[in-house]
C-alpha cells in the first residue's frame, strides 16, 4: 500500500508552486493558479528542468517515501517525479478538477489517467489502467513549493492495492463462521 500511495502522492507531488496570489499580477506574472497547471503538464512529460524550477531546495514530500518516510530535498523529489512519468506508457494525463489557494497554502483536486508499464517503483503489474482521484496539499514558502500531502479517495486505495495483489477481490473475502455480519457488534 506504500508503495502506491507513493505512486499517487507523487502524480501530485509538489503540483502547486510558485507565485503568492490568486489574481493575476499587474506586472503580468503567472497566478498560483497558472503555475499549477503548467506543474502538472511539466510531470506528464517529464520536464525536470520545470519541476526543479518549483521546488524549494529544501522542500519536504511527507507522501513521497515508498516505506512511508519523508523525502527531504528538491534534488531528490525531482528525480521521484521524473520516475512517475516513466512508471507510464505515453499519454498519461493530469487533469486539475479544482484548485483553490488560502495563505501559504494551495489545494489541487487532480484526475490521473494512464496505463502502468513495468516499473517496480510503483508496485503494479504492467498494463493497470489507473483513472484516480488525488487531493493535494502545498506549502509555499518564497514562491516555491516547500511542503507537500497528497490524500487518495478510499475506493482508489482498494483498486490499487488489488492491482499489487495486497486486496482480495470483495467476493474472495472469507468471514469466520459465525461472523457473516462484519462489525455488526461495533455499530449501535
Request: include cysteine; charged fraction near 25%; charge should be negative.
Amino acid at each position: 500500500m506504500k508503495k502506491i500511495f507513493f505512486a499517487s502522492a507523487t502524480i501530485c507531488a509538489f503540483a502547486l508552486m510558485s507565485c503568492t496570489e490568486n489574481a493575476k499580477k499587474e506586472d503580468g506574472s503567472v497566478t498560483i493558479k497558472e503555475t499549477n497547471t503548467k506543474f502538472y503538464k511539466a510531470m506528464e512529460n517529464g520536464d525536470s528542468v520545470t519541476l526543479k524550477n518549483w521546488i524549494n531546495a529544501d522542500a519536504v514530500d511527507h507522501n513521497g517515501g515508498q516505506n512511508g518516510e519523508d523525502i527531504v530535498g528538491g534534488d531528490k523529489i525531482v528525480p521521484m517525479l521524473t520516475q512517475l512519468h516513466k512508471s507510464f506508457e505515453p499519454g498519461l494525463k493530469m487533469n486539475i478538477i479544482s484548485q483553490a489557494v488560502d495563505g501559504d497554502y494551495l489545494y489541487t483536486l487532480v484526475e490521473m489517467k494512464g496505463t502502468t508499464i513495468a516499473n517496480p517503483a510503483m508496485g503494479l503489474p504492467p498494463s493497470t489502467k489507473m483513472d484516480t482521484r488525488n487531493v493535494d496539499v502545498v506549502k509555499l514558502k518564497d514562491g516555491k513549493a516547500q511542503e507537500h500531502w497528497a490524500f487518495m479517495s478510499m475506493p482508489d486505495v482498494m483498486m490499487m492495492m488489488k492491482g499489487q495483489g495486497g486486496m482480495p477481490a470483495a467476493d474472495k473475502v472469507q468471514m469466520p463462521e459465525g461472523d457473516k455480519m462484519p462489525m455488526k457488534d461495533s455499530v449501535k
